[in-house]
């Protein structure tokens, strides 16, 4: 579903990334790990469209994404979920969700029952502005948003970061549910190594933006995928 080759990115002159080559192959949760800083969330911009990479190639189902925008990719199948979220506080929960009918053609912009049966707080909530939800609520909400694109690549930056242990489990069992359906390619970057290291199939590991590990999480010994994020 998704291929990188030779991937770098630029912020002015500031080289973040160097280099990248990745896949995520659909019905697989490929992790992406790293300490801080290493440019994994500047990756899954340049996936989404956010900040545009500088050279290499970017692949999405086969077709190469050059200079594409935010809006192109989310049509073309790419959700994604933020670091941080970016839940319109004043929106109602409802609200927040239906931006992303954006990406849909107008025979499809429905809410889907699946998205309230994934998150029931959400359906108890939905008239509730987005700035009144906790921050496990919001995640939830950000989650579900990215759903309603109906996406084929689903990106998410650091689902568990701040959320109580509760909810964290929830979240996990929905990419698990979502893994399950072999519908979509999922990329999870996580700070959260446990709950990482459970969820992946495939795991890559970043420091100074550049890729130091990659492999199958089968054929990948723990204490070596560990040794990676030694600061």
Known sequence: MLELKNITLHYGQSQILHGV??????????CLLGVNGVGKTSLLKAIAGVHNHSGGQYLLDGAEKKAASAHHLAKAGVGYVPQGRDI????????????GFACLDKSERTLPEEMFELFPVLKEMQNRRGGDLSGGQQQQLAIARALITKPKLLLLDEPTEGIQPNIIQQIGRVISFLNDQGQMAILLVEQYFEFAYQLAD???SMRRGEIILDGKKSELKKAAVLETLKV
């Not at 080559?21 to 490929?30: D, L, R």
């Not at 319109?88 to 931006?99: D, S, W």
Request: charged fraction near 25%; hydrophobic fraction near 45%; aromatic fraction near 8%.
């Open 21 to 30: 080559n990745m896949v995520a192959e659909k019905g697989k949760i490929t």
């Open 88 to 99: 319109f506080p004043l929106m109602t929960v409802r609200e927040n969700m239906e931006i």
């Open 202 to 204: 495939h795991i890559y």
